[in-house]
């Protein structure tokens, strides 16, 4: 499997207004994307598309050897972890679940243990715990969990089942620069293992050295795709951002400051 994603020509239409344009996009073996763009771009409608809750209106799309329309997106969906800042209102209903339990439900997809668990999956857990640094968190309940504590912890719940692909949707949204920091370690470690990266955000400084490739997307259509160096522009993102910006790099990372 040499593409993970392959989206040919892809449109999508709700009520009748077309909110996807013309999608063409190719995500390749070893790469890991960064999706930038305005609120309302069109960012998480991609994501929509990829992970088969949206299905284009007109279009190809292939995902992990799955095209759409000749195979079982459920099937599909068990291959790829999902984790966005909304996702912690779910979680909500397991305040009283540790955080051990919280990541060994990520391999039943469920929020919540209603069923018997293995020492196979107790013991992957405690990994997915050692890996992440967050064995301190172990017996800790999620209602007492910081809100970058409880991010991380759902990053290993999604962990849990050995993703292909790993999607996270604006996990750094609402956390201070400390606990901004710690995601974005935790996705520079996932992406140095088997996990496909796509990480979705509309601020570039979360680009870490572990993204080599950045989609542009503003109103519906792709302004831009492919290394970083090549798509983080002045006029790129400055088209993106519909301001006038101008991009410095700092110890690999991309900054931002606006042209007055």
Not at 43 to 59: Q, R
Not at 170 to 188: M, N, Q, T, Y
Not at 228 to 253: A, C
Request: with cysteine; glycine share 8%; hydrophobic share 40%.
């Amino acid at each position: 499997m040499n593409r993970i994603i392959t989206m040919e020509n892809v449109c999508w239409r709700r009520s009748g207004v077309e909110i996807l344009k013309n999608i063409h996009w190719t995500v390749n073996r070893d790469e890991h994307w960064a999706i930038l763009g305005l609120n309302g771009s069109g960012k998480t409608s991609v994501l929509n598309i990829v992970t088969g809750y949206n299905y284009p209106t007109s279009g190809r799309v292939k995902v992990l050897d799955t095209e759409f329309g000749k195979a079982s997106i459920p099937d599909l969906r068990k291959r790829i972890g999902y984790v966005s800042s909304s996702l912690g209102r779910f979680a909500q209903t397991m305040n009283r679940e540790t955080a051990m339990n919280i990541i060994v439900s990520g391999k039943y997809a469920s929020f919540g243990l209603y069923r018997e668990i293995t020492t196979e999956d107790w013991e992957r857990a405690e990994k997915i715990l050692k890996d992440l640094r967050l064995m301190y968190l172990k017996d800790k309940t999620y209602n007492l969990l910081s809100q970058g504590e409880q991010r991380r912890v759902l990053i290993g719940r999604a962990l849990m089942a050995d993703p292909e692909l790993l999607i996270l949707d604006e996990p750094c949204s609402g956390l201070d620069i400390l606990a901004r920091e710690d995601v974005l370690d935790i996705a520079e470690h996932v992406a140095g293992k088997s996990s496909h990266l796509l990480y979705v955000t509309h601020h570039i400084e979360e680009i870490t050295n572990a993204v080599t490739h950045v989609l542009l997307v503003r109103d519906g259509e792709i302004t831009a795709g492919g290394p970083k160096k090549e798509v983080l522009t002045d006029t790129l993102l400055s088209k993106v951002y519909k301001i006038p910006v101008k991009v410095h790099w700092e110890n690999g990372r991309p900054w931002l400051s606006v042209i007055k």
